[in-house]
T-cell receptor
């Protein structure tokens, strides 16, 4: 059974700092991995999608890497801003199940 | 292009009642997935519909059901509500579904409170 874990559960950093969020999964047979952002009381916004054959994806200040063999992904946020404050969720699509399995998320606070 | 819309946004029901939630996907998207989000369990997959057919189902009791119409709009129904059904219900749409290279786009969710 696929399990997704995100560490840390919460993170508070000063504005301008570079930071890394971690995601690990137990079954390396994944189809793809997605990073989402969720603001309080809102839906999810997709940030980056990495196919199983890819190693990384970049969008602006965000960079996500994938190491399928070790069951790990990282989301790197450069030059953090207060507007980056949100919960970041990692989700994997296992095999061909059509189910996204989510981690519990990392709640990020960027202080001005 | 309009995003994924969900109605209603907030709902209060009592135990034993039933409820129907609606999701309108982005125009052209044929796949709709439903998720339940609670503080304790996080986000859990309910089911996915594609072209009016349920393709995948999560581990939820039969009280949770859904359907999709020919215009790709989807509804989910929960019968005999329990206190534990209180949650944020999210739907996501994509052109071909999560087993593809497509990004899934989520709606704002329906907040269901069961008293």
């Amino acid at each position: 059974k696929q399990e997704v874990t995100q560490i840390p559960a919460a993170l508070s950093v000063p504005e301008g700092e570079n930071l890394v969020l971690n995601c690990s999964f137990t079954d390396s047979a994944i189809y793809n991995l997605q990073w989402f952002r969720q603001d309080p009381g809102k839906g999810l916004t997709s940030l980056l999608l990495i196919q199983s054959s890819q190693r990384e994806q970049t969008s602006g200040r965000l960079n996500a890497s994938l190491d399928k063999s070790s069951g790990r992904s990282t989301l790197y946020i450069a030059a953090s801003q207060p507007g980056d404050s949100a919960t970041y969720l990692c989700a994997v699509l296992s095999g061909n199940t059509g189910k996204l399995i989510f981690g519990q998320g990392t709640t990020l606070q960027v202080k001005p | 292009k309009a995003g994924v819309t969900q109605t209603p946004r907030y709902l209060i029901k009592t135990r034993g009642q039933q409820v129907t939630l609606s999701c309108s996907p982005i125009s052209g998207h044929r796949s709709v997935s439903w998720y339940q989000q609670t503080p304790g369990q996080g986000l859990q997959f309910l089911f996915e519909y594609f072209s009016e057919t349920q393709r995948n189902k999560g581990n939820f009791p039969g009280r949770f059901s859904g359907r999709q119409f020919s215009n790709s709009r989807s509804e989910m129904n929960v019968s005999t509500l329990e206190l534990g059904d209180s949650a944020l219900y999210l739907c996501a749409s994509s052109p071909r579904g999560p087993t593809s290279t497509d990004t899934q786009y989520f709606g704002p969710g329906t907040r269901l409170t069961v008293l």
